[in-house]
């Protein structure tokens, strides 16, 4: 009997020992999961952070080439930023619209707009001087009344003008209506795409 007493006393403490230790392991386990949730808060921090870090949806490009669908070179359009990193960067057809690229294109959009004055501004000099010659005399062998033999060329009325002014124009911008008989014509030469010089000629029997 003492000894099923002692037993009992001895289990009874035992349990008492191993209770304390296992409401620590349990206490312990609570304070890790209240650890936890910080990590998880920490992670969702970071998440929300990448997400704000959004990459643009679209760029503002410059076409080195001309692309039917957006435009000739050196335009500035915008596209989704996947076309450009994808195929128009990778293929060398644009490039990022950077400050120091949209300089360099205003300046050569002014010079060329500076070639194209001078370029007109000299067809037009040159038609006042051909208008200033009055009529360019063309010679052609009579034939009976006012008519001539052959007809008056384009080829014609370019060696005619070189002859009285020294200057060359191609034959393929001279427009020559037909003219077989002695008289006055009007010979439209297209210098420039926006100066066409109205040249006249007097077609003369020799």
């Given at each position: ?84 990193r994808n195929y128009l960067y990778p ?28 370029v007109k501004e000299e067809a037009e ?60 014509y009007v010979v439209e030469i297209k ?16």
């Amino acid at each position: 009997m003492a000894s099923s007493a002692t037993m009992a006393v001895s289990v009874s403490s035992s349990s008492m020992r191993l209770l304390p230790s296992f409401d620590g392991l349990r206490v312990q386990q609570q304070a890790t999961s209240v650890r936890a949730a910080p990590v998880s808060s920490e992670k969702t921090g970071s998440l929300l952070i990448v997400a704000d870090k959004k990459v643009q949806k679209r760029r503002q490009i410059v076409l080195t080439e001309d692309i039917p669908s957006l435009g000739k070179t050196g335009e500035l359009c915008s596209v989704k930023t996947g076309y450009f990193r994808n195929y128009l960067y990778p293929t060398g057809k644009a490039k990022i619209a950077t400050a120091e690229l949209l300089k360099s294109i205003k300046l050569e959009a002014e010079r060329v707009a500076a070639e194209k004055r001078r370029v007109k501004e000299e067809a037009e000099a040159i038609a006042r001087q051909f208008q200033a010659v009055g009529f360019f005399n063309v010679r052609r062998r009579g034939g009976q009344g006012k008519q001539i033999f052959g007809s008056v060329t384009s080829q014609d009325v370019v060696d005619i003008i070189r002859a009285q002014t020294g200057r060359d124009v191609d034959k393929r911008v001279v427009t020559v209506p037909e003219i077989r008989e002695v008289g006055q014509y009007v010979v439209e030469i297209k210098l420039h795409p926006e100066v066409i010089a109205p040249v006249k000629i007097n077609v003369i029997a020799k």
